[in-house]
């Protein structure tokens, strides 16, 4: 049995929440405990009670940040690595130190360093220049400089996706074949061949449903999507758009439906637990993912993956690595991002042709079941600490 520090010191993942990034922690949780290992999760946010499945794991709770400007916050949130540090050593001996990388924490691969441990950095984003551009980053300087410190001293970085490991190889060179990329996965478990292995005729019960799964974000391209759907809905009112989540973009959505007259046509649930994704997934006919244009595309969308093992037919544009998560006719459709007409097209396609829905959806499924499963996962990630545990002593830059 290995025991393994999970450190989870951002705030804007609850793990025991909703969003993508806090399935993410649960399910890698999930999969190391599966295989024996004993695991303590050191979090700075927990986002309500754990599922039943993950009672039994012990949570240090880390300070939360103030809610206060957001220079005061930065300054707290860094100043938590000595209560991350001190709880590290309170809890006893780790044999890994297993961390999402966060803005301001580097306590954990600081101690891992220290006990001669391995420390894996999971890293899901290039997070400096994510706040820079989405939120707002004040004490910039002293962000990159944590990344600097992580980075350099881990004894492996795990990229959840090509896009990511292209950043860390720039942002850190001296890291080299340290860099790992581990995609994201699914649960078998979650989705049972009786209930998702459908038939060629098989679909939803009621008019043909166009689903989409996941944090409402201006990244996710809805904007797309809504063009699209109602452009098809002008052409037979009779189809639907069921949207599975919740975030900022709510509101363009319910506008943009207002303004076109599909509101009954449009259903938005709002915040889903995990555990009822399986059900909403199942409502739908098909799956989008319409991202927009990036030339830094770095996402591993779990989505996507829930689509192929929910065995739905996924429509995602052509943009970052997507063409070798989804390839073209043969587990899903690609289009050009950001073109409404193409997304449309494919959409319209695959509503009149049940058959090749079926086939797109079950050649999905064994791919996401055979090459994806959290289990395999977790087993990739542990076998990286085999390796010497060398850090870097040359600096990087973020």
């Known amino acids: 049995m290995t025991r393994i520090a999970y450190v989870c010191a951002d705030a804007g993942v609850p793990v025991f929440g909703t969003k993508g990034a806090s399935v993410h922690v649960q399910e890698i949780v999930r999969a190391f405990e599966r295989m024996g290992h004993d695991v303590t999760l050191f979090a700075a946010r927990r986002g309500g009670e754990p599922p039943d499945d993950l009672r039994e794991v012990p949570v240090c709770s880390l300070p939360a940040p103030p809610k206060s400007d957001p220079a005061m916050r930065e300054r707290a949130t860094l100043a938590a690595n000595r209560s991350l540090r001190r709880a590290l050593n309170r809890h006893g001996s780790f044999d890994v130190v297993y961390e999402r990388y966060s803005l301001w924490s580097h306590a954990g691969m600081e101690f ?117 759907f109602v452009r098809l809905h002008a052409e037979t009112p009779d189809i639907r758009l069921l949207v599975v989540g919740d975030g900022p973009q709510r509101e363009s959505i319910e506008s943009t439906a207002i303004r076109h007259g599909v509101t009954s046509a449009v259903q938005l649930t709002g915040a889903v637990t995990p555990a009822q994704v399986p059900d909403w997934l199942s409502r739908m006919d098909v799956a989008v993912a319409p991202y927009p244009a990036s030339s830094d595309f770095y996402f591993s969308p779990l989505k996507i993956h829930e689509y192929m093992a929910a065995a739905l037919p996924v429509v995602t544009s052509r943009v970052g690595d997507l063409d070798r998560v989804v390839e073209h006719g043969v587990t899903g459709l690609l289009y050009n991002p950001d073109d409404p007409f193409a997304l449309a097209a494919l959409l319209r396609q695959l509503q009149h042709d049940p058959r090749l829905r079926h086939r797109l959806g079950a050649a999905g499924r064994r791919n996401v079941l055979r090459q994806h499963a959290w289990d395999a996962v977790a087993a990739g990630i542990l076998r990286l600490t085999h390796q010497e545990p060398q850090r870097n002593s040359e600096a990087c830059t973020a």
């Open 112 to 228: 891992a360093r220290r006990e001669g441990l391995p420390g894996l950095l999971e890293v899901n984003a290039p997070l400096v220049l994510e706040q820079a551009r989405h939120r707002t980053l004040v004490h910039r300087a002293t962000a990159e400089r944590v990344a600097q410190r992580v980075f350099a001293g881990s004894t492996a970085l795990i990229a959840v996706s090509p896009g990511v490991a292209t950043y860390l190889r720039n942002a850190c060179p001296a890291a080299g074949d340290r860099i790992h990329v581990i995609p994201n996965g699914v649960d078998p478990a979650r989705f049972p061949a009786e209930r998702f292995e459908r038939t060629p005729q098989a679909g939803c019960n009621g008019p043909f449903t166009i689903g989409f799964l996941g944090t409402l974000k201006p990244w996710h391209g809805l904007d797309v999507l809504m063009d699209a």
